[in-house]
């Protein structure tokens, strides 16, 4: 596994969650690395997934226009002033310099809501990602740098009741279910109930109960 974390400016900005070059994480198969412009038309393509429009609150039409603008102001802009940290989620196979083609996009993935050593992850990836395992990568990516590089104690994970496939890749990945808050999520006009789950920096990156589903 490679997690490459910059020794950039996060210590001058102020927090560890304020950075300018965006770490790479890889397990050899699967790069959580830096949003590209290649990126766009599957971001696209993700953000206008029906699943994905289910149980996210990405923007209704979702256009290339859109996702450029995602790419190139709004994901540096937060992980300049530390409110999230978004990456895109890639194949590693088709990463290498020599292959020439852009890499492909499977979806992507983020730290947001940090709070006294604690953060929520979210991600979202495409129907031909989804089932692959891609997404346990990342998590699992993700969970080793928050946990060994931004030192958190806690990662939380929110899902909308009824989203048992996230529920259930929080379950693999060893978050605990905590219970379910009323009406504590907006969703396309609507209060929704949340499903809250979370895991501790020292505890098993592995199921802790029989599968409830
Ligand atoms: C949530 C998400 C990242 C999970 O990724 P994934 O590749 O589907 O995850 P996995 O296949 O590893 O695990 C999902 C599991 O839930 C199961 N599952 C999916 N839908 C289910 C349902 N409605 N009921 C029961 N189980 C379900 C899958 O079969 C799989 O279990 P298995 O590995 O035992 O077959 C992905 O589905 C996704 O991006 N969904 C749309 C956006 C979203 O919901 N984001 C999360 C917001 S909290």
Redesign the pocket.
Known sequence: MTIRVPDDDHARAGSAHQRSVVPLLSDGLVTVRAFQESDAAGLVAVCR?E??R???NVPDDYTLDMARRHIHQVVPGWWRDGTKQVWAVVATTETAAESGSPSKYL?SINLHAFAFGRAEI????GAE????????RAVRLILDYAFDHLNLEYVA????TG????R??AW?CGFAFDGELRGAAEHRGELRNVWCLSLQRDEPRSPREPWV?
């Open positions: 997934d699943e994905v289910r149980w996210t979806g979210g991600l979202a990836f990602a989804r089932g692959t395992g891609a997404a346990e994970w929110r899902a909308i989203n048992w496939g996230s259930k890749l693999k589903g």
